[in-house]
């Protein structure tokens, strides 16, 4: 049976880092996740990471294959490098090194390399501590307020309203396009996730003013869509063609960059 080679990111949380190797024999259609199956059931039993869905709807598996940030139930083993490539040359014409640290030893042409999401706390291995994600997903109010309406329809929202937020609720938080430079160096900046999701609720026809007024006077802060500096790195690595980047510069700093 053919096998793969895998080098993987370890660190058991008391802030010591190890890169170990792995060796799991592929079947065809495994994916990345398959594999940390494979060596957590048979090889090593403490290697800790997350999942829920393995079916790329709840972004648990968000982590860094190969030095770019995917969703691991997604990425299939077989076609790691084809997938990576593109995504990999985009983020390196950015000359960003902060996921491009040096691994000692890795065997690019033979191993899959594993490590955590970027940009985030690491807890144990591949888990990272996702509560300043969160924290920041509520600051921008990611859900509506409005008297409830008893009478059939509750609200109505047409076909052509419907298509103009769809892209944004797509979005399944996973984390990834944390990758973004600015979130690494500015701990307060809200965002490409958050800054999608406001656009979600600002741009929906159900919405009312003096929520879509909260949501804008939040994400128009100093740390919120005035931060970003067009890498659209996030546009590159979602998993679910979210495009955050074009959320954030194309709508909401060019409908509300005026907004008092």
Not at 78 to 101: A, L, M, T, W
Not at 191 to 198: C, F, R, Y
Not at 251 to 259: C, F, G, P, V, Y
């Amino acid at each position: 049976m053919e096998k793969q080679k895998f080098l993987i990111y370890r660190n058991p949380g008391d802030g010591s880092v190890r890169y170990d190797r792995f060796e799991v024999p592929i079947e065809k259609g495994m994916d990345v996740l398959d594999a940390l199956f494979y060596i957590q059931d048979h090889l090593d039993s403490t290697l800790a990471f997350r999942y829920a869905c393995r079916g790329a709807v709840c972004g648990s598996c968000g982590m860094t294959i190969n030095k770019v940030p995917m969703l691991a139930c997604k990425t299939q083993i077989s076609s790691v490098n084809e997938i990576i490539q593109p995504i990999e040359k985009f983020i390196r014409s950015k000359n960003i090194d902060f996921i491009y640290g040096d691994v000692p030893a890795w065997d690019r042409e033979h191993e899959i390399l594993i490590e955590p999401a970027p940009n985030m706390r690491v807890i144990k291995d591949l888990v990272v501590d996702l509560e300043k994600f969160w924290n920041h997903f509520r600051e921008i109010e990611p859900f509506f307020t409005r008297e409830w309406n008893y009478k059939q329809p509750e609200s109505k929202q047409s076909p052509e309203q419907m298509e103009r937020i769809e892209r944004y609720v797509y979005c399944i938080l996973c984390g990834l396009c944390w990758a973004c430079p600015v979130s690494n160096k500015n701990p307060n900046y809200l965002g490409p996730a958050q800054l999608a999701k406001a656009s979600r609720f600002v741009y929906d026809s159900r919405i009312q003013h003096e929520k879509q007024n909260s949501i804008v006077s939040r994400v128009m802060k100093e740390d919120g869509v005035p931060a970003c500096e067009r890498y659209f790195i996030c546009n590159q690595v979602c998993p679910k063609n979210v495009m955050p980047g074009t959320a954030i510069n194309q709508e909401l700093r060019k409908d509300w960059s005026k907004h008092e």
